[in-house]
């Protein structure tokens, strides 16, 4: 319902938003904000970082996840350690080194104001690397010993036996990343100096919280003041959420098997 109010709203004249009268379906229909808002360049720049973001990102992260699940999702006769380090990522999720040492990090590494300030940091999902150690611990262990016994290693029968048959939980997993990425707005701030690095959900939330228009130019601010604030602040959220909404019907379908297979722990 909230979606479908904001693209109501979206698609009405100002004076009718700015009165209140739009409810479910526009009133007064204009595509003037969606004019507005794809006739920013500063807007579509933002929307092209963000997509950057979202392809680099998603597959760094899936392919940490894969490689790092595997071995972890083996007992402890195949892999020592195992314990050892399944802990150590769970200390990640319960304690950070903190937002200063963060970013004194990323600044040393040279990556502010880069695409990689974005990516990096956060390029090891740990509940996902839980979330895929079980769904491949539940795998047949017959299928591995076949695997071994045909004369495959371990790298060959992860990309070959393990990895096409954790579909589900692949999609599950990549969903969250993609989601994850595409909403984060505050590294953003923490490390884009320029604003013409800002990724879309920074852009979003510089000028429609934070009303802060010092990035946009004096023709733009003429064009979003005969526009009404309630019109172009929909058409830029609801087309920010426009990739997410087209990506999820596909991936939802894995959704529910993933989650409950690789959060059954024997």
Do not use: C
Request: hydrophobic share 50%.
């Amino acid at each position: 319902m909230p979606i479908i109010h904001i693209l109501a709203i979206s698609f009405s004249s100002g004076t009718a938003a700015s009165a209140g009268k739009v409810l479910l379906w526009p009133v007064d229909f204009t595509t003037a904000a969606y004019d507005n808002v794809f006739g920013k360049p500063e807007y579509l720049r933002a929307f092209w970082v963000s997509v950057k973001r979202v392809a680099i990102g998603t597959t760094i992260s899936m392919l940490i996840t894969i490689v790092t699940a595997y071995p972890l999702s083996k007992d402890t006769s195949q892999f020592r350690l195992r314990t050892w380090y399944t802990w150590v990522f769970v200390f990640t999720i319960l304690f950070s080194g903190g937002l200063i040492p963060m970013y004194l990090t990323v600044k040393s590494l040279g990556m502010l104001d880069t695409i990689w300030a974005l990516v990096l940091p956060g390029a090891v999902p740990v509940f996902n690397v839980i979330l895929l150690l079980n769904f491949y611990r539940n795998l047949p262990k017959e299928l591995e010993e076949s695997s071994r016994i045909d004369g495959a290693g371990h790298f060959t029968t992860l990309w070959k036996i393990y990895v096409p048959l954790s579909l589900p939980a692949l999609a599950t997993t990549g969903l969250f990343t993609i989601v994850g990425h595409w909403n984060s707005w505050f590294d953003g701030i923490l490390y884009m100096n320029h604003p013409e690095n800002y990724p879309l959900q920074t852009f979003l939330q510089t000028i429609i919280i934070k009303n802060d228009f010092r990035f946009i130019k004096a023709e733009n601010v003429e064009l979003m003041i005969k526009l009404s604030d309630r019109t172009s602040r929909a058409a830029q959220i609801f087309v920010a959420a426009f990739p997410i909404l087209i990506v999820y019907p596909f991936l939802q379908r894995f959704f529910i098997k993933g989650i409950v297979m690789g959060s059954v722990k024997e």
